[in-house]
């Protein structure tokens, strides 16, 4: 699980990071603190996502595996 768990961070992490970037970016927020705040809260907000994502493919891979 924990290399699913990895992978799906790997995944998660830019992406949420780039979204909310980007958010701050559409808003006029060029300060770099800014950016290096949203690039860390995109980070945290990815652990929750990745283990979640990662409960819900290990339940589907095991599916096909038993069926």
Same mark, same amino acid.
């Given at each position: 699980? #924990? ?5 799906? $961070? ?9 979204? +909310? !970037?980007?958010?701050? =970016? *559409?808003?006029?927020? #060029?300060?770099?603190? $800014? +950016?290096? $705040?949203? /690039?860390?809260?995109? /980070? !945290? =907000? @990815?652990?929750? !996502? @990745?283990?979640?994502? *990662?409960?819900? =493919?290990?339940?589907? #891979? ?6």
């Amino acid at each position: 699980m #924990f290399a699913l768990l990895l992978a799906a $961070y790997l995944l998660t992490a830019p992406t949420l990071m780039g979204i +909310i !970037v980007i958010a701050l =970016l *559409s808003a006029d927020m #060029f300060s770099a603190q $800014y +950016i290096g $705040y949203a /690039a860390i809260a995109g /980070a !945290v =907000l @990815a652990l929750p !996502v @990745a283990w979640l994502l *990662s409960r819900k =493919l290990e339940h589907i #891979f095991d599916g096909r595996r038993q069926g």
